[in-house]
């Protein structure tokens, strides 16, 4: 039955066949999201609404970077407050290290941040990375626990809960926010043009492969271990980013600011609604979620009240729309166009379907030539 | 010297001895039938060859080099693929993608390429013809029956062009028709050098396809020779009969 299905589908599958017809379509679509997000702070100048759209691309980007590793590999990591964490401190660490005033020049820091919290992952890694589905979950909340915990205790290094101040920007009034929504917003375009890269390209494949069966692909020669890190470790690199641009915005950090276990579920949350392993996901998922939840912070976050809303929100989006938006979009679309491209053919009996490939003509030599 | 040889291969799982001192050695050009009673460990065999499970004593060799200590990934790199009992594909790629899986593609290549872009992907068709499964080339693999999962199986390892290919069952569930091809294929990649192992329990598969049979009994090897002399001994007649 389900071959018979098949050779429909692939006869008349707009969704993967004719993806060139959805190419212009698509980069349109990508350029227009572009050139909104550009003149967004120019249109919308108040400085209440780009302080939103700031955190927005912050967790755009946060999640788009959580998706490169989780959403691939299918390791639903929910400790990536530690990348976000050690960013923050990392940043704040060397302005006040190197005597930089504010300006322009913390944000060259930045990438240092985000090197920090890729070498962080490391560890982190080689410990997580060696379970697998619930424990490591479970891990990933543990070892984000740890670092909280260190930071509140490293005194000498971060002041524990007397927190640390970054730099105070020498800008004020509306163009405020600007240099700092630019910022993430280059950092964000970079991630999504990685996660790109990383999803069409054979390091993307090993990841799903790893997310289908791990141990098949381990025998199909993948190095499983070692593009687990570092797919990890680049996640943890533009996680690091966010964080240290987040924090020369926020002007003080605390360790339950920088280390923050809401942070971790957004994040997974924002991924899972718009769409686990898919490129516009997170984006989609940020762009809902993250004025939400500053919406609940505001308005009912003195009683603690909007963890538990969040935490309905995670539990209706997993219950009824398992997959995510984009995907459910997408089937949407291409089951509209199979209808219209292929009319339906009644079933035909099984037997006849499994000998189908006994009609497809056999080229010996094809395969002959390519061995020696 | 034999292309694989597993020297005294002991594992136990708690208290069953799956492999007791087992050794066999298969010759380079050969292809070699693998059979016994259900529980014989002739699957746990193929675990400690790939590096899917560490022997508690014995070595295994490939051409001469100790593997008993590598992981399947280092295995698979120094040609030995193999198939799954129970098939193992990637359910949620497209059946092409899971072709590219065993192509390995190095450094800058591997990051920035589109594998869909690569020189290996001409050759990625072309084997899925071979196993006739052009035709579903953009379906995921998940939607695949039980018999085109097996070809589609065999064909992502062909890709790599391993040395020697070890087949767990590989025409158990596959109708008659596609068993004559699936034989006609492992002659045909054999008379271009590659080296097969093949657990099976259709005799008649066996029995026509491999030059030389082993038959496993209780985790160890307990016959050895042409098609002809296992089928007239008596000792593996008892094995199979009796427990
Ligand atoms: N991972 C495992 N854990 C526990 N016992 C195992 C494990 N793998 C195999 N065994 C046991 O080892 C013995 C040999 O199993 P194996 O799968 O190697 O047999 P087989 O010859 O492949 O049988 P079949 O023809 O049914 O596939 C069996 O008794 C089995 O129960
Ligand atoms: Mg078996």
Redesign the pocket.
């Not at chain 2, 016994?36 to 065999?45: R, V």
């Given at each position: 039955m389900a071959t018979v299905a098949h050779t429909q589908t692939s006869a008349g599958q707009p969704g993967r066949s004719g993806a060139g017809r959805w190419k212009p379509f698509q980069i349109v679509f990508w350029l227009a999201c572009l050139i909104a997000a550009i003149v967004f702070p120019l249109v919308f100048s108040s400085p209440a609404i780009t302080t939103i759209a700031f955190f927005t691309l912050v967790f755009a980007a946060a999640g788009t970077a959580w998706n490169i590793f989780c959403g691939y590999s299918g390791y639903i990591a929910l400790g990536h407050a530690v990348f976000f964490g050690s960013g923050c401190y990392t940043i704040a660490i060397l302005c006040a290290h190197w005597h930089i005033a504010g300006g322009w020049l913390p944000f060259a820091v930045v990438p240092l941040a985000g090197v920090a919290a890729a070498i962080v992952a490391v560890p982190f890694g080689v410990v997580a990375l060696r379970t697998r589905r619930h424990t490591f979950v479970v891990i990933t909340i543990a070892i984000f626990f740890i670092f909280q915990l260190l930071a509140y205790n490293l005194r000498g290094i971060t002041a524990g809960s007397s927190g640390l101040e970054l730099p105070i920007p020498p800008w004020s009034g509306y163009v405020f926010n600007l240099p700092f929504y630019y910022v993430i917003l280059v950092i964000l375009i970079l991630a999504v043009v990685t996660s790109w890269f990383v999803r069409h390209s054979k390091y993307g494949l090993e990841l799903l492969a790893i997310r289908d069966d791990e141990d098949r692909a381990r025998g199909l020669g993948v190095r499983t271990g070692l593009v687990k890190l570092s797919a990890f470790m680049l996640s943890a690199f533009f996680v690091g980013m966010c964080g240290a641009v987040w924090a020369y915005f926020v002007e003080s950090i605390y360790p339950n600011t920088a280390f923050d276990a809401q942070f971790d579920v957004l994040i997974a949350l924002m991924a899972f609604l718009g769409g686990l392993g898919t490129i516009a996901g997170p984006l989609l998922g940020a762009l809902i979620l993250q004025p939400v939840t500053q919406y609940l912070t505001i308005s009912i976050g003195q009683s603690g009240l909007n963890l538990v809303v969040e935490g309905v929100i995670f539990l209706a989006v997993i219950l009824l729309l398992p997959q995510g938006i984009v995907p459910a979009v997408r089937e949407l679309i291409f089951r509209r166009f199979a209808r219209r491209d292929a009319m339906p053919v009644a079933p035909a009996p099984p037997a006849p379907a499994a000998v189908a490939p006994a009609t497809e003509p056999n080229p010996p030599d094809s395969v002959a030539a390519e061995r020696s | 010297m034999s292309l694989l040889q597993a020297t005294d291969i002991s594992k136990a799982?708690?208290g069953?001895q799956?492999l007791n001192a087992c050794s066999i050695a298969v010759e380079q050009g050969s292809i070699t039938g693998l059979i016994?009673?259900?529980?014989?460990?002739?699957?746990?065999?193929f675990n400690v060859i790939t590096g899917y499970e560490r022997p508690d004593t014995g070595t295994v060799q490939f051409k001469g080099a100790d593997i008993s200590k590598y992981g399947p990934d280092r295995i698979f790199g120094l040609g030995i693929g193999r198939t799954f009992?129970l098939t193992r594909i990637f359910p949620r790629l497209t059946v092409t993608e899971n072709m590219h899986v065993a192509i390995k593609r190095k450094g800058l290549a591997s990051l920035l390429g589109r594998w869909s872009a690569s020189s290996e992907h001409d050759r990625a068709l072309q084997l899925l013809q071979f196993v006739g499964l052009t035709h579903l080339k953009d379906a995921p693999a998940g939607s695949l029956s039980y018999g085109q999962r097996k070809l589609l199986e065999l064909a992502f390892i062909l890709v790599a062009e391993p040395q020697m290919v070890l087949l767990d069952?590989p025409a158990g569930g596959i109708n008659p028709t596609l068993i004559g091809q699936l034989v006609e294929r492992i002659r045909e990649l054999n008379r271009q050098g590659m080296t097969f192992l093949i657990?099976e329990?259709n005799m008649e598969f066996v029995m026509g396809l491999c030059n030389r049979v082993m038959v496993?009994h209780r985790?160890a090897k307990l016959a050895e020779g042409t098609p002809e002399d296992v089928r007239a001994n008596p000792a593996v007649l008892e094995a199979y009969l009796g427990d």
């Open positions: - | 799982f708690g069953i799956a016994g009673p259900n529980g014989s460990g002739k699957t746990t065999l009992q069952e657990v329990h496993m985790g």
